[in-house]
């Protein structure tokens, strides 16, 4: 049965039972019987021992260097990550004549018999055929500059984006391309990277805690850019970023920047932290890739970057995943990547393995630290006495001293502090005439009421303008002159019988039947100064059943035109409940502007705005007439702190 099956007939049973005996048969041919060489004998039969040649062990030797290798059927794993100065050599010369290409690691594609570098190409302005050819190219449209690493922890996300950037400064220039760096997990082994020449500012966790909300100001730098160069393309009719950049270097168009890249490494704690951090970076994603701002994310699950930002996104590196299901390139393959850190996916579902960010030929990821540290030292040699622009931060403390009004400001126009550009932050109690601040104990509530009273105080006399304070903790005695303080209510029996005469000589300039239209068009029908009314802790006497604001919440929408103005200060905890309080309830009915300092963001949104934990003074102002803006209050020279 079994000769039938072979050779289609019977014949070979036949065979003597010896070795070598066969039959050939080619397709259809006929059956063709020989004896095969015995090559496991020892080709010299006099030859004695266990070591002696066979006949094959000679056949071999003699064809051993006869002709080229045959090609190997499949080439060595990818086991030990490669260093970028080991991938370098592989690629040709026109690699390093193209702009914002960066290799990043190695692929590997049996199928091809393939192992080559992998290159990113972030510029969106393509690769020739010619050249690609001898490199894998990664990256999709115009915005391949916005770019995702996704894996699961442990699968070398961090070490990915830290290789992505390194082979960027190692090619371009610091006036070429400049880094943001958000980590808020600290940066771990890659903070030397904050070192790099070409790093603008660094928002890190335990790193600089002074700055807090740096990582806003990185956005908000970064959308500013995007509306100049947005402009600059229309004013000047420009196509492309290639041919701004080519004006730029003529010198026609004056920009400190090149191509920017904000680099956020841990992006589901981006999203925990702050919705308007997540929607401001992701708008840059949206917007910047044709400017010239590019963004890089790592996050642990495709799921975790929402449609905004997905949608946008050029380039995607999927590294290995904690639910192989969720891959976006394919489950099977995905599901068989080895655990070590390193191996993932492209978009077309290439294997990979990414480089460690070295050049000292190191593959040694436990030693990753000071390789980085090496390469970074190496980097800023390379471009000594060539540095990015340092982006501007808040200061931590500005002293009220030094926010000396313009000449000519009116009385109630008063700077309190200073923007992300660093310009005067006025509250204009003349236009808005109420005023509201939230923050926890410690946040500045307390040195924004007392820096306020003495500025205004400083500025105007007694008949132009008297303040009446509230405070059951006695921490603004100290605000204002004796001269200028109307009544201190220190208690509650003091703050309601002071409150009732103030509106009732607040009614009493309600305008009458003899008051003329002229008087009315002028806003000056009575007599007497300006009312500023400061109430600190306002949770404290907005208690039990009776409020001592109550006789005031009628007058505040005529307050403008009656010289009433209120600043009333209270903790972010539980102000959303207080929201129903009749004389919140109404200053928010009025879209009364206020600052938002430090809160917990679990508080909801106040002002319009969802809080975070802040340095004392730091805060976002929100206003009728704009976008809310991140401020750094001043403090009080004689008290020395922001805090209160």
Not at 228 to 255: H, P, T
């Amino acid at each position: 049965m079994e000769s039938r099956a072979v050779i289609g007939v019977p014949d070979a049973y036949e065979l003597p039972a010896l070795p070598g005996h066969a039959f050939l048969r080619i397709g259809a041919g006929e059956l063709v019987r020989f004896r095969g060489v015995h090559v496991s004998g020892p080709a010299d039969p006099d030859a004695v021992g266990e070591f002696a040649p066979s006949v094959l062990d000679v056949i071999v030797d003699g064809f051993r260097d006869y002709g080229p290798r045959a090609q190997p059927i499949l080439l060595p794993p990818l086991v030990r990550p490669p260093t970028l100065d080991q991938l370098w050599p592989a690629l040709p010369e026109q690699y390093n004549q193209r702009r914002l290409l960066a290799v990043v690691g190695i692929t590997d594609e049996p199928r091809k018999h393939s192992q080559q570098p992998l290159v990113l190409d972030l510029s969106g302005e393509g690769v020739p055929a010619a050249v690609a050819g001898t490199f894998s190219v990664v990256g999709a449209g115009p915005a391949r500059g916005i770019t995702a690493i996704v894996g699961r922890a442990g699968s070398g996300k961090s070490i990915l984006a830290a290789t992505l950037i390194c082979s960027l400064v190692v090619r371009h220039s610091p006036e070429d391309v400049q880094l943001f760096l958000i980590w808020p997990d600290g940066g771990g082994e890659f903070q030397s990277l904050a070192d790099l020449p070409h790093t603008g500012a660094v928002a890190a966790a335990g790193r600089h805690a002074a700055d807090s909300g740096l990582e806003r100001r990185i956005v908000t730098e970064c959308s500013r850019l995007i509306d100049v160069r947005e402009r600059a393309f229309v004013d000047a009719g420009i196509n492309s970023f290639a041919e701004y950049l080519a004006r730029k270097a003529q010198g026609e168009l004056d920009d400190p920047y090149g191509d920017v890249f904000v680099m956020v490494d841990g992006w589901y704690a981006i999203r925990q932290q702050s919705d308007d951090l997540e929607r401001g970076i992701a708008m840059i994603a949206q917007r910047g890739s044709a400017y010239g701002v590019h963004v890089i994310v790592t996050a642990q699950r495709w799921f975790d970057i929402r449609p905004s930002l997905r949608e946008a996104l050029g380039t995607r590196l999927e590294l290995k995943l904690s639910d192989p299901a969720e891959s976006e390139v394919n489950s099977r393959e995905a599901a068989a990547l080895p655990t070590a850190p390193g191996h993932g996916l492209t978009a077309d579902g290439t294997h990979f393995l990414a480089a460690l960010p070295r050049d000292d030929g190191v593959q040694d990821p436990a030693r990753l630290r000071d390789g980085v540290a090496t390469l970074v030292a190496r980097c800023a040699e390379r471009w000594a006495g060539r540095s990015a622009p340092r982006l501007r931060v808040l200061p931590r403390v500005i002293p009220w001293a030094e926010l000396l009004a313009p000449a000519g400001e009116p009385l109630l126009r008063v700077p309190v502090g200073l923007d992300e550009e660093l310009r005067p932050v006025f509250v204009d109690l003349g236009g808005d005439p109420h005023f509201l601040v939230f923050g926890d104990p410690g946040s500045g509530k307390t040195a924004f009421l007392r820096g306020l009273a003495r500025s205004i105080t400083a500025r105007g006399t007694p008949d132009q303008v008297r303040i009446m304070i509230a405070d059951y903790r006695r921490s603004l005695l100290d605000a204002a002159t004796n001269d200028h303080v109307l009544g201190y209510g220190a208690s509650a029996g003091a703050l309601i019988s002071q409150v009732t005469d103030l509106a009732d000589a607040i009614k009493a300039r309600m305008p009458g039947p003899d008051v003329t239209t002229d008087q009315l068009r002028s806003g000056r029908w009575w007599q007497g100064p300006d009312v500023l009314l400061l109430v600190d802790d306002y949770d404290l006497i907005a208690t039990g059943t009776t409020n001592p604001l109550d006789p005031l919440v009628e007058l505040l929408p005529q307050a403008a035109d009656l010289g009433l103005h209120l600043v009333l200060a209270r903790r972010a905890a539980g102000a959303a409940r207080a929201m129903h309080d009749p004389v919140i309830h109404r200053l928010t009915e009025l879209e009364t502007p206020g600052i938002l300092l430090s809160a917990d963001r679990d508080e909801g949104m106040l002002l319009g705005v969802r809080p975070t934990i802040q340095r004392p003074g730091h805060g976002t102002l929100v206003t009728r007439r704009g976008s809310p803006v991140t401020i750094q209050l001043a403090y009080d020279d004689a008290e020395g702190t922001a805090a209160g």
